[in-house]
């Protein structure tokens, strides 16, 4: 009886832990990365040393919540980042039910930046999201990738990225072409 309590005890206390920081409560570390300021929108994650192709960089570490708290969550977010310089929301769209609430000092993952020509990609591997590398990345240059963002609220998404594809608005690349023609319409 005394054993099955303790148990319990157990499992509970796991559960309390902050998301992604060891047993010890220290955040993992990622070598490949640092974040310093950016030319693209406040600090952005850069590369620490040459990175390899197809390197898993750093893991996106974030409280898995449900879509219905999410949306209170990234409004919270967003008002008080009116008073501060911060990029608005870290939250990571997961799946059709679940998002990444990743409003964390450890998850430094949070400050890469969407780029329309980015050099690396989210993918999700078993439920966890890494920044994977597109191509080779030379130590210095800016961690970037693609926000994805839906066509609807395009105007309210200026980009700064400054590659050579940049249309000025972060929208997913599929989109592009058909948000470059209602530009065109509506210049
Ligand atoms: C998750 S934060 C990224 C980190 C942010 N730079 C910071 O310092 O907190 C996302 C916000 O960064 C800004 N941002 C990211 N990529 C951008 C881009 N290409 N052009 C303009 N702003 C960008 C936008 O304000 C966006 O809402
Ligand atoms: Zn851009």
Not at 9 to 32: A, Q, V, W
């Amino acid at each position: 009886m005394a054993k099955e309590k303790n148990k319990n005890k157990i499992k509970k206390s796991k559960k309390r832990k902050f998301f992604g920081l060891d047993k010890n409560g220290n955040p993992p570390e990622f070598p490949y990365v640092l974040a310093t300021s950016s030319t693209i929108h406040n600090r952005g994650l850069f590369a620490a040393k040459d990175i390899p192709k197809d390197a898993y960089i750093i893991q996106y570490l974030g409280q898995k919540i449900s879509k219905t708290n999410s949306a209170q969550i990234g409004l919270n977010q967003f008002e008080s980042s009116q008073f501060t310089n911060e990029g608005s929301v870290y939250i990571f769209d997961l799946d059709d039910k679940h998002d990444l609430d990743g409003n964390f000092d450890w998850n430094i993952a949070r400050l890469a930046n969407h780029s329309c020509n980015p050099n690396c990609e989210a993918q999700d591997i078993e439920g966890e999201i890494w920044f994977v590398a597109l191509s080779k990345i030379a130590e210095g240059d800016e961690l970037t990738f693609d926000y994805g963002y839906a066509l609807e609220h395009w105007k309210d998404h200026p980009c700064q990225c400054r590659s050579k594809n940049c249309i000025g608005f972060i929208v997913r690349s599929e989109d592009r072409k058909q948000l470059k023609k209602i530009m065109k319409v509506s210049a």
